[in-house]
């Protein structure tokens, strides 16, 4: 029986494809992205996820824990990350959900139990399932049982993707994807490696690919002051859309800073501490001039 990491089973979901939808997050990706805003997605492990704030000293953690990772000094709580075996047992008794499991085994059929539970909006609104990640490509074996489960029970699929994966896996699901939702993060395949560990060659081919095959895209376009906010790249989104025959619309991602807070919780290093939401004006700039670049609709995700 195959079994997945999932992170979170998101539902009502309405910003990953078309209706109401339910978005499956998946764990591990082969991009390292420095702006990343779920890096709990990155391990296709379980991790332990710890909010401070959250944290009300009752030490039941401490109690519980046999690699002894949790200690009290002063009324301050440490985690010794170093020392956890990921058994979740301080997660399960932490009263104030301070401690929390970033990723769970799971079947098929379980997650499908979660998703068809709402199949009636998905009928009402013309949405779906969308599967995200993390990577989705990166559990390709899960991802495509579950698209095939989806299919077999009558449901709309999307799937968001940064392109970085075998084209034989895309090929394999195309006729199960109604709609791919692609990554496109940086034009120049320079910068495109310094920003998320790998250069764009192999996404270029891969949306090239699944274009010539029929199938339908959205392109999905995180866009990052001081990094990726010029009219280079701009161009270049412009002018991937151009070349595309099955394109539907351009999403415009604007950078938020959720992901510095996570990357806390999981006691890790975040790179863009100082960054902040770009004002509406800024964003609404972008894509106005996007828009006089391509035919192809321009819209904020």
Request: include cysteine; proline fraction near 4%; glycine fraction near 6%.
């Amino acid at each position: 029986m195959i079994r997945g990491t999932v992170f979170n089973i998101q539902k009502f979901s309405v910003n990953d494809g078309p209706g109401i939808r339910t978005t499956v997050f998946l764990k591990g990706c082969p991009l390292n992205c420095i702006w990343c805003h779920n890096p709990e997605s990155k391990s296709s492990k379980p991790e332990l996820m710890y909010d401070a704030k959250k944290c009300i000293g009752c030490s039941k953690c401490m109690e519980v824990c046999p690699s002894k990772c949790h200690s009290f000094t002063a009324g301050i709580h440490s985690v010794k990350r170093q020392n956890c075996a990921v058994c979740s047992k301080c997660a399960e008794v932490c009263p104030a959900s301070a401690l929390e499991m970033a990723g769970t085994l799971k079947t098929v059929s379980e997650v499908m139990e979660e998703v068809l539970k709402d199949k009636a909006f998905y009928e009402n609104s013309g949405g779906g399932m969308t599967i995200s990640g993390g990577e989705p490509m990166f559990q390709f074996e899960f991802t495509y049982e579950l698209l095939k489960e989806a299919k077999i029970n009558g449901l709309h699929t999307c799937i968001e993707t940064c392109g970085f994966t075998k084209e034989e896996h895309y090929k394999k699901i195309i006729d199960l994807v109604d709609i791919f939702l692609f990554d496109y993060k940086e034009t120049d395949s320079v910068k495109h490696k310094e920003f998320t560990g790998v250069d764009n060659n192999l996404i270029l081919s891969n949306l090239k690919m699944l274009d010539s095959e029929g199938a339908k895209t959205i392109l999905r376009c995180p866009i990052i002051p001081t990094l990726n906010d010029n009219e280079e790249h701009f161009d270049g989104i412009a002018q991937v859309a151009n070349s595309l025959k099955n394109i539907l619309e351009i999403n415009i991602e604007p950078y938020h800073p959720l992901g510095s807070g996570k990357a806390q919780m999981l006691g890790k290093d975040y790179q863009l501490q100082d960054l902040t939401f770009p004002e509406n004006e800024t964003v609404e700039g972008w894509i106005k001039y996007i828009s006089t670049k391509t035919k192809t609709p321009v819209k904020k995700a």
